[in-house]
């Protein structure tokens, strides 16, 4: 019999292809997503519970209702930006949320769990290819909280025996090779589905957040991962857990090779065929300069191996989608007004 896995924001960008990942390798996903910011008809492997993380005692029925092995848990609040205007929204959503989740588990026994973390726990790094053992120091609370809640699953693991692994992703890019999900935010505010709009005629142009960074040509420099390779790294981590794992480590899941946000833009054009005007902005803060991984552990350790390295190959999965998905809303292009 499949084993179940309780997916919380299952709905989302992330979550939804964790969960076609999950049904691939033979697991059945069980989503616990309350919409404020997935979407339902991203819900497609396995059964939609509707609620809230911080509503424990309904966490606690539907654990009770599926008896799931383990938990992959990423619900949760996900802007940088955001996060510096809104700290509030981001310790009572992730920090609070996470501790939900965690006394859930503790009340029904569930000792596994695979929790959603970020590069942004970092800070500014010291080294051009960042290690997981590199001294964590957020510049932003979105960061912070994220470094908060792995040090509580260490906390946990030690105490009540918890069995958890973090995944530390770097920047989600591209949709389902299939073309049945992909990325959906709103507002949005990343950068690839905004170069995207842009593309499409939708939008008039791309705000550049800076180009005083120190990097080759003034622009922050990120790395990009196939959500499609960061789902399978879920699973991975899932065989891991349930097959002995017993501390709590951290993974950095990117691939080692840094774009600027101009070299990200010339390969959108590329793409697409299509020109993308851009504009000179202020600074974005709590951006660093660039977050490159060294994601090395996660490759030996987990035995993840991202299929999808090519920019190019993200930003066409990227595009497809973001046609479809338009065309399936039956919008048409149009520039809104500035
Ligand atoms: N950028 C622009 N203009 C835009 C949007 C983004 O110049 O309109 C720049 C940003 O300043 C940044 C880069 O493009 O340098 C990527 O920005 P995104 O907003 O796409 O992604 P972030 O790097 O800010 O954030 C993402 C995830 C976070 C994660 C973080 C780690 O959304 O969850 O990566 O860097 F923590």
């Not at 209702?65 to 609040?77: D, E, F, Q, R, V």
């Not at 009540?160 to 992909?182: C, H, M, Q, T």
């Not at 070299?263 to 005007?277: F, P, Y």
Request: glycine letters at 8%; a negative charge.
């Amino acid at each position: 019999m499949s084993e179940t896995v309780l997916v919380t924001g299952g709905a989302g960008y992330i979550g939804s292809h964790t969960c076609k990942e999950l049904n691939k390798a033979g697991y059945f996903p069980v989503v616990y997503d309350h919409l404020s910011t997935g979407y339902a008809e991203f819900v497609k492997w396995g059964p939609l519970e509707i609620g809230d993380i911080l509503d424990t005692e309904r966490l606690i029925q539907v654990i009770i209702k599926y008896t799931p092995a383990a938990i992959i848990h990423l619900a949760g609040s996900a802007y940088v930006g955001e996060s510096v205007i809104h700290p509030s929204l981001y310790y009572r959503n992730n920090v609070q949320g996470t501790l939900s989740v965690l006394q859930a588990m503790k009340s029904t026994g569930i000792r596994n769990i695979v929790l959603s973390s970020s590069c942004a726990v970092y800070g500014i790094p010291s080294e051009p290819f960042i290690k997981e053992s590199h001294p964590q120091v957020p510049v932003n609370p979105y960061g912070r909280t994220k470094s908060i809640i792995e040090h509580m699953l260490h906390d946990f693991a030690y105490a009540y025996g918890i069995k958890a692994v973090s995944l530390r992703y770097f920047n989600a890019a591209g949709a389902d090779p299939d073309g049945e999900i992909g990325e959906q935010h709103d507002p949005e505010t990343h950068l690839i589905p905004l170069l995207l709009d842009v593309a499409a005629g939708r939008r008039s142009h791309l705000d550049i957040y800076g180009d005083d960074y120190p990097s080759e040509d003034g622009t922050c420099v990120r790395d990009y991962v196939h959500v499609s390779d960061l789902a399978n790294a879920h699973v991975k981590a899932m065989d891991k857990i349930l097959n002995g794992g017993s501390y709590a480590p951290c993974y950095n899941l990117g691939n080692g090779q840094g774009y600027s946000v101009l070299q990200i833009v010339r390969a959108a054009e590329r793409v697409t065929r299509k020109k993308i005007a851009v504009r000179l902005a202020p600074r974005r803060i709590g951006d660093p300069p660039r977050l490159v991984c060294d994601s090395s552990l996660a490759q030996s350790e987990l035995e993840w191996i991202p299929q999808y390295c090519s920019l190019e190959v993200m930003l066409e999965h990227a595009w497809k989608w973001h046609q479809k998905r338009y065309s399936l809303l039956g919008i048409s292009a149009q520039v809104p007004p500035e």
